[in-house]
């Protein structure tokens, strides 16, 4: 076809890009919070296995919750899942760009209803759990 | 334009996110805070009370499945192309396959345990 020999020059990109200006930092930080999402799902369904294991070995995973390994990864995790839920919220009036006839709806709003329906989802999740 | 299949990757990225966005700091918050601190309880997360409420309602079954397998293409989806931003385009299909074929396996996994509660 001829592509390689018209093959237009790439001026190289270094690997460490992303260290180079404090934007590209947070981006990366941004897309490293996918590994906690995963890891949290991941542990989700080991709790959900161990259901079907029976009592004892549920409650000995139960128990183990209470290891200081696992709440210092509980704190980790959470602090990354949570820079994932505001940039996930801050980003959805970019996506959803609504209008009310001519007028856009202002982005503060969109992204708001977002974050309200978080907390009343959270609210509803927790007072489940809590079994009230 | 060539037929592509990014759109679909792209839904479950999407709604794995917005899933995981909206559910997992509660969660964490309750299996990391909650339990091992004894808040709402000593006994939070019950085995009989779990059990039941996960095994007898297919709503709960449902919803839970949903949550754990969702977000497992969202970091599919994040993570290839993070691996191919720091340099690894050359090998960018191998990525994808191991990305999305990991998040694949995880819902297979999840299907097979939720089917035995």
């Not at chain 2, 700091?25 to 909650?34: A, H, K, V």
Request: net charge positive; proline share 4%.
């Amino acid at each position: 076809m001829g592509e390689k020999e018209m093959s237009a020059y790439h001026r190289p990109v270094p690997n460490t890009w992303w260290l180079k200006r404090t934007p590209y930092v947070l981006f990366m930080l941004r897309e490293l919070t996918s590994i906690f999402v995963a890891g949290y799902c991941v542990f989700l369904l080991i709790l959900v296995y161990k259901l079907t294991q029976g009592a004892d070995a549920y409650g000995n995973f139960i128990d183990a919750l209470k290891s200081p390994s696992s709440i210092a990864l509980h704190f980790i995790t959470l602090a990354f899942v949570l820079y994932h839920t505001i940039t996930w919220f801050n980003l959805t009036p970019k996506i959803l760009v609504l209008y009310k006839g001519e007028e856009q709806i202002p982005k503060a709003l969109v992204a708001g209803v977002f974050y309200t329906g978080w907390v009343v989802v959270s609210i509803v999740v927790a007072l489940l759990v809590l079994g009230m | 334009m060539a037929k592509s299949n990014e759109p679909i990757w792209w839904s479950l990225f999407s709604a794995g996110g917005m899933v995981a966005a909206m559910l997992l700091p509660i969660l964490i918050i309750i299996t990391g805070i909650l339990v091992p601190f004894g808040l709402g309880g000593n006994d939070l997360l019950n085995f009989e009370r779990i059990h039941t409420a996960v095994s007898q309602n297919y709503p709960v079954k449902l919803i839970l499945f949903i949550v754990i397998t969702l977000p497992l293409f969202h970091w599919a989806h994040r993570f290839r192309f993070t691996l191919v931003d720091v340099g690894l385009k050359s090998v960018s299909t191998l990525i994808s396959v191991l990305c999305y074929g990991s998040a694949i396996t995880g819902t297979i996994v999840s299907v097979i345990i939720f089917l035995r509660i």
